[in-house]
């Protein structure tokens, strides 16, 4: 049980770096949404400016703080508001957040992350 945290970071670690990597050299493209939808006008306004750049780096380092055990919180502090966002997106502006299991599942291992390493967060009270 008490590899369980190490496993799920990893994991988690690895999915945002692989994401990313993808994304940064190139790899990867997303075909865009349909012209007019929501979507559409969200990736048109964000796409131009470098935004998604700047956040794909911050998953880069947030994931690979992540799968590093020692460094796991600090990591889950960067990809805490990337995550809330993906959900987000996919449930007011996709509306088809139940329908992805992936970001669900993200989702619940970062929450288990947290629920892990509550202890270290403890110094953050008043």
């Known amino acids: 049980m008490r590899y369980v945290p190490a496993i799920v970071g990893a994991?988690?670690?690895l999915l945002f770096i692989a994401s990313s990597l993808a994304v940064l050299s190139?790899?990867?493209t997303m075909p865009p949404p349909p012209e007019g939808t929501p979507a559409f006008h969200f990736m048109a306004a964000l796409g131009p400016t470098g935004y998604m750049t700047f956040i794909k780096v911050l998953e880069l380092l947030g994931g690979v703080l992540v799968a590093i055990p020692k460094t796991r919180n600090f990591g889950?502090?960067?990809?805490g508001p990337i995550i809330v966002n993906i959900a987000a997106y996919h449930?007011?502006?996709?509306?088809?957040l139940l329908a992805q299991p992936m970001v669900i599942g993200i989702g619940i291992a970062a929450l288990y992350l947290l629920w892990a390493g509550r202890r270290n967060f403890a110094g953050l009270q008043n």
């Open 76 to 79: 889950l502090l960067i990809l």
């Open 11 to 13: 994991l988690l670690g």
């Open 91 to 96: 449930q007011f502006i996709g509306k088809d």
């Open 26 to 28: 190139g790899k990867a």
